[in-house]
T-cell receptor, first 110, second 114 residues
């Protein structure tokens, strides 16, 4: 059973600090990795995607991928209260199936 | 540029009934995927349509079926509704096949089965 695991949280971070969200996956053949943000009662919104090992930066967001260790992380710099949401990790596996984690709830405290 | 649209927004049905949900993809996208999301869970993949054919399917029973039209819009049909089918149903569109790269989600349809 291919799995994507995330700590459910909640993860509480002070405003202005760095929030670090982690995700591990079981299928070594996984191809693509996505981070989505979901506000309560809303649909997921794509934040970042990463295909290669290393870091990818977009504004305040950095995605980090380590295929050898089978983890992907999302860093949010200068966290704002508007960043409070559930962050979903999704992994496209070797069969091109998209496997989702259950999400980490992030709370940014003013 | 219109994003992904879904209808209806909310729906209440009775056990045993049938329901049809609709989705129009983002302009320029030709692949539509459907997901079921229960409260507090990540989305569960139902199936994906590309070129009017079901290309991939998740672990859902045959009660869940779909269709894609020539204009790339799509329908999700659920027969013989069960209480456990109550969930948020999400449609996502993307470009190409397999279309799991850079998906954009619609606002969802909240289905309640009583």
């Amino acid at each position: 059973q291919k799995e994507v695991e995330q700590n459910s949280g909640p993860l509480s971070v002070p405003e202005g600090a760095i929030a670090s969200l982690n995700c591990t996956y079981s299928d070594r053949g996984s191809q693509s990795f996505f981070w989505y943000r979901q506000y309560s009662g809303k649909s997921p919104e794509l934040i970042m995607f990463i295909y290669s090992n290393g870091d990818k930066e977009d504004g305040r967001f950095t995605a980090q991928l380590n295929k050898a260790s089978q983890y992907v992380s999302l860093l949010i710099r200068d966290s704002q209260p508007s960043d409070s949401a559930t962050y979903l990790c999704a992994v496209s596996d070797s069969n091109y199936q998209l496997i989702w984690g259950a999400g980490t709830k992030l709370i940014i405290k003013p | 540029d219109a994003g992904v649209t879904q209808s209806p927004t909310h729906l209440i049905k009775t056990r045993g009934q049938q329901v049809t949900l609709r989705c129009s993809p983002k302009s320029g996208h030709d692949t539509v995927s459907w997901y079921q999301q229960a409260l507090g869970q990540g989305p569960q993949f139902i199936f994906q349509y590309y070129e009017e054919e079901e290309r991939q399917r998740g672990n859902f029973p045959d009660r869940f079926s779909g269709h894609q039209f020539p204009n790339y819009s799509s329908e999700l049909n659920v027969n013989a509704l069960l209480l456990g089918d109550s969930a948020l149903y999400l449609c996502a569109s993307s470009q190409g096949h397999p279309g799991f790269g850079e998906q954009y989600f619609g606002p969802g349809t909240r289905l309640t089965v009583t």
